[in-house]
């Protein structure tokens, strides 16, 4: 069974930057779509970015795009969200995602999830 670990949430305030790790075990990342998600309170999850197997091509939601990188570092077997110029309304809880095979961006799609890691954005 795949399994992965997210670390690197927190609290920063607005303009500042969080990194977000993902680590997988169980399946190389490699033979992995890796996504992330978010929601905040009340509000349905969302996708934020989506990167292939190979890591040549990455996918972002419009409202993050430029400001949030997904990488995958496969020495590490791990992904990454790089987040700069954080908002206060980026401020949710962050999951990552994998699958082996998926089409559409949307959570249903995923088959692996890590455990949320709570991002809050101050003022």
């Known amino acids: 069974q795949v399994h992965l670990a997210e670390s690197g949430g927190g609290l920063v305030q607005a303009g500042g930057s969080l990194n977000l790790s993902c680590t997988a075990t169980g399946r190389s990342i490699n033979q992995l779509i890796m996504a992330w998600f978010r929601q905040a309170p009340g509000k349905d999850r969302e996708f934020v970015a989506r990167?292939?197997?190979?890591?040549?091509?990455?996918y972002y939601f419009p409202s993050v795009e430029g400001r949030f990188t997904i990488s995958k570092d496969a020495a590490k077997n791990t992904a990454y969200l790089q987040m700069n110029n954080l908002k206060t309304e980026d401020t949710a809880v962050y999951y990552c995602a994998a699958a082996v095979v998926t089409v559409r961006v949307v959570a249903e799609e995923f088959d692996y999830w890590g455990q949320g890691s709570q991002v809050t954005v101050g003022s």
């Open positions: 990167i292939t197997k190979a890591g040549d091509t990455t």
